[in-house]
């Protein structure tokens, strides 16, 4: 009787332990499962990268289903219910935002970031858009045939040499677009100039995506960000089109708290735009809609602005002073792809647009590979060398002086000038480049250490 008493006395302990074990274990899970991965600080190397899909479960993801069933023509519907959303979880988490502006360092609205909306996938917009990127044929078709054809099949391959630590994602998903003002912001950029397109209208292998600007607008407002507009050579752009699309950008956009105005010496503030591809259309068009007399005249009037045209060769500089343009750019992250890319170039570059009134804004990146669309374009590709290269460029642009630096790019992954977290990735067809031996974040890090550095030495020009 004794013994059976001990033994029944033994199993009432060990079951009440196992129970309180079992109580542990789940509270443990649960805990778990209620950490975001938005929640990780900046320059934290886990968080997002342990889950890079989880940034796209937000709250639609429970409407999944009939989002992939919805037709095409339910597009605006769904991105303003996307802006719905965005609109309220950002009241929701306004305490985070003061959290985080004590946090980073504060915004340089003389670093501008160039940065795409144009990816896509089937959780928001029903396919892969742009990750799926065709790979371009060579223009002789001799080169061509020496190299493979077809388009890339995410989400395991993508168009692109590096692979983003949020994954394929779609750029109408607000988790990402808050995800990249975090980013951008910690880098102490300050102004995004955003690629754009007319409603209706798109790049090749795209779709339109004017319907986001007012969600990146009211993103970029919430982390103290500014927005400003790369107009792309869509067909037909000429003065009178220009015209139009400068007058609606500024109509519907212009009063946001986030639209971009930059002080003039004189003491305006004008909108800035950036005119990628301006050397297709002839001076004389342009000087139709940016000089006082011209027949198309925009100059003095409610929409005037600061208009920068891209310099590739050296003879363009004297066109876009003959158009009528502010100033010039020069994109390309490729040091000696280009006259303008070529960072011993620009110092005449600056001289001559100081002699000639015109604002010089040089483009930095930090390295660049294509060759996931331009197979045959190894010759272009420039290693990144763990950063070098992107401080190099910093160095030659800070040299001359700009009043504004352009960093080429913050998310143009098919030409692998991104800033943008990556992470390592390996697939039974592809190994992806990565930021290796540093974090996903270094160039995030570099951006704000040279932001730092070209305020302090602004401050002494300046003097």
């Given amino acids: 009787i004794l013994n059976y008493d001990i033994m029944a006395r033994f199993r009432r302990r060990t079951c009440i332990i196992l129970l309180l074990f079992i109580l542990f274990i789940c509270s443990i899970m649960m805990a778990l499962k209620t950490l975001r991965p938005d929640r990780a600080g900046f320059g934290d190397p886990f968080g997002l990268g342990l889950l890079p899909e989880l940034q796209q479960r937000t709250v639609l993801l429970d409407n999944k289903q009939n989002s992939l069933n919805r037709a095409p023509g339910d597009i605006v519907t769904r991105v303003n219910n996307l802006h719905s959303f965005a609109v309220n979880t950002m009241k929701a988490s306004m305490s985070s935002v003061k959290k985080l502006e004590e946090e980073l360092s504060s915004p340089n609205y003389n670093f501008h970031i160039f940065y795409y909306t144009w990816y896509g996938n089937p959780q928001f917009d029903g396919k892969y858009i742009h990750w799926n990127h065709p790979l371009l044929p060579h223009w002789d078709p001799k080169i061509a045939n020496n190299y493979p054809k077809g388009r890339h099949n995410p989400p395991e391959d993508i168009g692109a040499n590096f692979y983003p630590e949020l994954g394929s994602y779609s750029s109408k998903d607000p988790t990402v677009i808050e995800a990249h003002m975090k980013q951008m912001r910690s880098a102490s950029t300050g102004v995004i100039v955003l690629s754009w397109y007319p409603p209706g209208m798109a790049d090749e292998n795209g779709e339109p995506t004017d319907d986001l600007v007012p969600i990146v607008l009211d993103y970029a407002h919430k982390y103290n960000l500014k927005v400003t507009f790369h107009i792309e050579p869509y067909k037909d752009r000429d003065d009178r089109s220009m015209y139009h699309n400068v007058k609606y950008i500024i109509d519907k956009y212009g009063s946001h708290p986030a639209f971009y105005r930059h002080k003039t010496s004189t003491g305006r503030l004008l909108p800035m735009f950036y ?28 929409y005037d602005a600061l208009f920068i045209a891209l310099l590739v060769e050296e003879r363009h500089k004297h066109d876009i002073h003959r158009s009528g343009f502010d100033g010039m750019y020069t994109y390309f992250a490729t040091n000696g792809f280009s006259y303008g890319s070529s960072h011993h170039n620009w110092a005449s570059l600056k001289a001559f647009c100081d002699s000639n009134n015109l604002m010089f804004i040089p483009s930095v990146g930090p390295g660049y590979i294509d060759t996931s669309i331009r197979p045959w374009n190894n010759h272009n590709t420039r290693n990144r060398v763990n950063g070098k290269y992107y401080e190099t460029a910093f160095s030659a642009a800070l040299l001359v002086r700009p009043e504004i630096i ?3 790019s913050f998310n143009e992954w098919h030409e692998g000038t991104q800033i943008e977290k990556a992470v390592p990735k390996r697939t039974g067809q592809v190994v992806y480049l990565d930021y290796k031996p540093h974090k996903p974040n270094v160039y995030l890090e570099l951006t704000q250490k040279w932001s730092e550095k070209y305020r302090k030495e602004q401050e002494q020009w300046l003097m």
Wanted: net charge negative.
């Fill in 275 to 302: 005119v990628y591809d301006s050397y297709v259309t002839i001076p004389e068009i342009w000087a139709n809609l940016l000089t006082v007399s011209g027949s198309q005249s925009i100059r003095n009037t409610p």
């Fill in 406 to 408: 352009s960093i080429t």
